[in-house]
């Protein structure tokens, strides 16, 4: 127990010292944060619960928009905003920028945290791949959506609020950021490790193992599957959030409901990692993060091609992901107790 | 909105007419997909990819100045070997695992072709001109393309074709005999293997069919394959494995409520509709489900 308070005691501190060991590379790994974030409140669904989810960037986009509509709409017109397209008309002080700020990132948890309670009824009563691909529709149709509607700059998308001038530079502003997607990650990873050992992991797990005994038994699977997409909304939407205002610029298919880059990141960091582990969307999310980030600056042009075989080779041949790996090779790490005698015995078929 | 679509009939007309066309071409996609499916258990998102792809060598055949109409038939030759070598080096290793990693897999081969045709053929939006001219009806109130009237006649004609090979051949009945119990069918001398190699390189022929047709038609970008997939599963789903006239019929439906909604809502949300159907298919057939459920217990 002592053991593990320190480790996680290192890496806090650590987190911690990040942005003045590397201050090149504050904004990477801030990103690299929210793709932890993300990875992780996939594996609710995805690894714990055996529902796989690709429509969690719908609340990923739902919260970049949210974040980004009230923190300019608490102060200014938003639709005069949009309309200039980021023209420096409207600007906001320091404390306009703070209280908006921390008004959109509440309200960016809570709204798609509603809408998954809202509409998990339908959709979590889907079973298997008529679940995947009806929340694959979601995210597109959501896309797609916010492409027409012009209060939020439609095809063209919108500015999150630049940082406010008077309060210092980039760098701090990089390391504000970095700050608040660290507290954010720490977060979930605590919420998430608690949550697993209460009576809600077990029963995830169960759905996942087989949901008409677990139903036959007495659980209610619908309300904990619906809470669980609640808690995952709840924090890929404050992550998209912070996204939002990180880079600055809202674009409705690319950055907010990108089907095609974080949407498959999350799913893939998971997998990678392995999925129904604590720690394997992390260690996934860090080495995808750090492959990716190779391939962005050497391969450019190639990236897609290179996540698409990606995704292939990792689907194909390694399914159980790093920490699958190392649950079969050091199996008494994890806790499990194999039997010499069990281990050496003969296999004998009558 | 100043009128309502019912207020003007030769629209509705129009509309419906557009839809019927463009429906009969899903539905020759969403019967590749039914037919992959049923034998193999594989979802396959690349099937859009694999149209797009079927259309591109159209699409090349017109750049070389032949006319792309030709491509009806060059196009399912070559895209029936492209099915066969992604299932000999991909599709094989899914065919027995869990639906979702076939999902995932095909997923990927569906953003690698995307990037692929991304590179070779360029970003741009591209049209075959066929010069086939307009039909007009009604005192030419209703203008229909030949082309469309065309690609409509084409996808019958496959559909049909594709029937009889799969009634009267051998390598149908061994499809078919597949698709009912793999097991038993290879206990009785069936090479499944070359079996699902087949029906993979078949659905693919048939996607290539549908592309060289929509390369007349409409247009093609090398990133507008997944709304074909998602098309062809819906029409599936609503239809079933296996039910030729109800995927027809249901494809039908499908193309004219696209162009319903592309009049009524504005070309600008046609992708979004034909989405947000898929979801409400799905949650309706959920509590449809549910329902029947109820009654068992």
């Given at each position: 127990m002592n053991n593990k308070i320190i480790f996680y005691g290192l890496i806090v501190a650590f987190g911690l010292v990040v942005p003045f060991l590397f201050p090149a590379f504050k904004l990477q790994i801030s990103i690299m944060l929210i793709l932890i974030i993300l990875s992780l409140t996939w594996d609710v669904q995805g690894?714990?619960?055996?529902?796989?989810?690709?429509?969690?960037i719908l609340f990923f986009g739902l919260g970049m928009y949210i974040c980004s509509s009230f923190q300019i709409g608490l102060f200014f017109p938003l639709a005069e905003w949009t309309a200039s397209g980021g023209e420096k008309t409207f600007v906001h002080t320091p404390t306009q920028f703070f209280q908006g700020f921390a008004v959109g990132l509440v309200l960016s948890g809570i709204i798609p945290a509603l809408v998954a309670a809202l509409i998990g009824y339908g959709i979590l009563g889907l079973r298997g791949h008529y679940f995947a691909i009806c929340t694959l529709g979601l995210g597109i149709a959501a896309g797609e959506l916010a492409g027409g509607?012009?209060?939020?700059?439609?095809?063209?998308g919108m500015t999150s609020p630049p940082w406010p001038k008077g309060i210092g530079d980039t760098e701090l502003r990089s390391e504000f950021f970095y700050y608040i997607c660290f507290t954010l990650m720490v977060c979930t990873f605590l919420f998430l490790r608690w949550a697993y050992t209460t009576r809600f992991g077990l029963v995830l797990n169960a759905i996942r193992d087989n949901e008409d005994k677990a139903e036959a038994m007495g659980i209610n699977t619908m309300r904990y599957k619906i809470t669980g997409w609640v808690v995952s909304a709840f924090f890929v939407g404050m992550a998209g959030g912070l996204m939002g205002n990180m880079i600055g610029y809202i674009e409705?298919?690319?950055?907010?409901?990108?089907g095609r880059t974080f949407g498959v990141f999350m799913v893939l960091m998971a997998i990678l990692g392995?999925?129904?582990?604590?720690?394997g969307p992390v260690i996934g999310a860090v080495a995808f993060h750090i492959f990716k980030e190779g391939f962005w600056i050497f391969f450019l042009g190639w990236q897609y091609v290179a996540l698409g075989a990606l995704i292939v080779i990792v689907v194909i041949f390694f399914p159980e992901g790093i920490m699958g790996w190392f649950r079969e090779k050091y199996p008494e790490r994890f806790g499990e107790v194999i039997d010499e005698e069990d281990r050496k015995a003969e296999v004998k078929l009558n | 909105m100043d009128f309502l679509i019912f207020q003007i009939p030769i629209l509705m007309v129009q509309a419906s007419m557009d839809g019927i066309l463009l429906g009969i071409l899903f539905a020759l996609i969403a019967y590749g997909m039914a037919l992959q499916w049923g034998v193999m258990n594989i979802i396959n998102i690349a099937q859009g990819e694999l149209v797009i792809l079927g259309g591109y060598i159209a699409y090349f055949m017109y750049m070389a100045g032949i006319h792309p109409a030709f491509g009806v038939i060059v196009s399912p030759i070559v895209m029936y070997f492209v099915g066969w070598g992604l299932y000999k080096t991909i599709i094989f290793r899914v065919v027995d695992r869990d639906l979702f990693i076939s999902i995932l897999a095909t997923f990927g081969i569906s953003i690698l072709t995307q990037q692929l045709m991304n590179f070779v053929f360029g970003s741009d939006v591209v049209v075959a001109q066929s010069n086939f001219g307009t039909t007009m009806l009604f005192n030419s109130m209703v203008t229909l393309p030949n082309s469309k009237i065309f690609a409509a006649v084409v996808s019958v004609i496959f559909a049909m074709l594709l029937v009889l090979y799969m009634r009267r051949s051998k390598l149908g009945r061994a499809i078919r005999a597949t698709a009912q119990n793999a097991r038993a069918a290879k206990i009785l001398g069936v090479d499944t293997e070359s079996v699902y190699a087949a029906t993979f390189g078949i659905n693919a022929a048939l996607c290539g069919v549908a592309g060289a047709l929509i390369a007349i038609t409409f247009t093609l970008h090398p990133y507008v394959g997944l709304p074909y997939t998602v098309r062809s599963f819906m029409i599936v789903i609503i239809a079933g494995l296996g039910n030729l006239p109800a995927v027809a019929l249901s494809g039908m439906g499908l193309g004219v409520f696209e162009e319903f909604s592309d009049y009524i809502l504005g070309t600008e949300f046609r992708i979004a509709a034909v989405f947000l159907l898929l979801v409400l298919i799905l949650v309706y057939r959920r509590f449809k489900l549910a329902r029947k459920r109820e009654y068992l217990k």
């Amino acid at each position: 127990m002592n053991n593990k308070i320190i480790f996680y005691g290192l890496i806090v501190a650590f987190g911690l010292v990040v942005p003045f060991l590397f201050p090149a590379f504050k904004l990477q790994i801030s990103i690299m944060l929210i793709l932890i974030i993300l990875s992780l409140t996939w594996d609710v669904q995805g690894g714990q619960m055996g529902y796989n989810t690709f429509g969690n960037i719908l609340f990923f986009g739902l919260g970049m928009y949210i974040c980004s509509s009230f923190q300019i709409g608490l102060f200014f017109p938003l639709a005069e905003w949009t309309a200039s397209g980021g023209e420096k008309t409207f600007v906001h002080t320091p404390t306009q920028f703070f209280q908006g700020f921390a008004v959109g990132l509440v309200l960016s948890g809570i709204i798609p945290a509603l809408v998954a309670a809202l509409i998990g009824y339908g959709i979590l009563g889907l079973r298997g791949h008529y679940f995947a691909i009806c929340t694959l529709g979601l995210g597109i149709a959501a896309g797609e959506l916010a492409g027409g509607i012009e209060l939020v700059g439609a095809g063209q998308g919108m500015t999150s609020p630049p940082w406010p001038k008077g309060i210092g530079d980039t760098e701090l502003r990089s390391e504000f950021f970095y700050y608040i997607c660290f507290t954010l990650m720490v977060c979930t990873f605590l919420f998430l490790r608690w949550a697993y050992t209460t009576r809600f992991g077990l029963v995830l797990n169960a759905i996942r193992d087989n949901e008409d005994k677990a139903e036959a038994m007495g659980i209610n699977t619908m309300r904990y599957k619906i809470t669980g997409w609640v808690v995952s909304a709840f924090f890929v939407g404050m992550a998209g959030g912070l996204m939002g205002n990180m880079i600055g610029y809202i674009e409705p298919v690319e950055t907010a409901f990108a089907g095609r880059t974080f949407g498959v990141f999350m799913v893939l960091m998971a997998i990678l990692g392995g999925k129904g582990t604590l720690w394997g969307p992390v260690i996934g999310a860090v080495a995808f993060h750090i492959f990716k980030e190779g391939f962005w600056i050497f391969f450019l042009g190639w990236q897609y091609v290179a996540l698409g075989a990606l995704i292939v080779i990792v689907v194909i041949f390694f399914p159980e992901g790093i920490m699958g790996w190392f649950r079969e090779k050091y199996p008494e790490r994890f806790g499990e107790v194999i039997d010499e005698e069990d281990r050496k015995a003969e296999v004998k078929l009558n | 909105m100043d009128f309502l679509i019912f207020q003007i009939p030769i629209l509705m007309v129009q509309a419906s007419m557009d839809g019927i066309l463009l429906g009969i071409l899903f539905a020759l996609i969403a019967y590749g997909m039914a037919l992959q499916w049923g034998v193999m258990n594989i979802i396959n998102i690349a099937q859009g990819e694999l149209v797009i792809l079927g259309g591109y060598i159209a699409y090349f055949m017109y750049m070389a100045g032949i006319h792309p109409a030709f491509g009806v038939i060059v196009s399912p030759i070559v895209m029936y070997f492209v099915g066969w070598g992604l299932y000999k080096t991909i599709i094989f290793r899914v065919v027995d695992r869990d639906l979702f990693i076939s999902i995932l897999a095909t997923f990927g081969i569906s953003i690698l072709t995307q990037q692929l045709m991304n590179f070779v053929f360029g970003s741009d939006v591209v049209v075959a001109q066929s010069n086939f001219g307009t039909t007009m009806l009604f005192n030419s109130m209703v203008t229909l393309p030949n082309s469309k009237i065309f690609a409509a006649v084409v996808s019958v004609i496959f559909a049909m074709l594709l029937v009889l090979y799969m009634r009267r051949s051998k390598l149908g009945r061994a499809i078919r005999a597949t698709a009912q119990n793999a097991r038993a069918a290879k206990i009785l001398g069936v090479d499944t293997e070359s079996v699902y190699a087949a029906t993979f390189g078949i659905n693919a022929a048939l996607c290539g069919v549908a592309g060289a047709l929509i390369a007349i038609t409409f247009t093609l970008h090398p990133y507008v394959g997944l709304p074909y997939t998602v098309r062809s599963f819906m029409i599936v789903i609503i239809a079933g494995l296996g039910n030729l006239p109800a995927v027809a019929l249901s494809g039908m439906g499908l193309g004219v409520f696209e162009e319903f909604s592309d009049y009524i809502l504005g070309t600008e949300f046609r992708i979004a509709a034909v989405f947000l159907l898929l979801v409400l298919i799905l949650v309706y057939r959920r509590f449809k489900l549910a329902r029947k459920r109820e009654y068992l217990k």
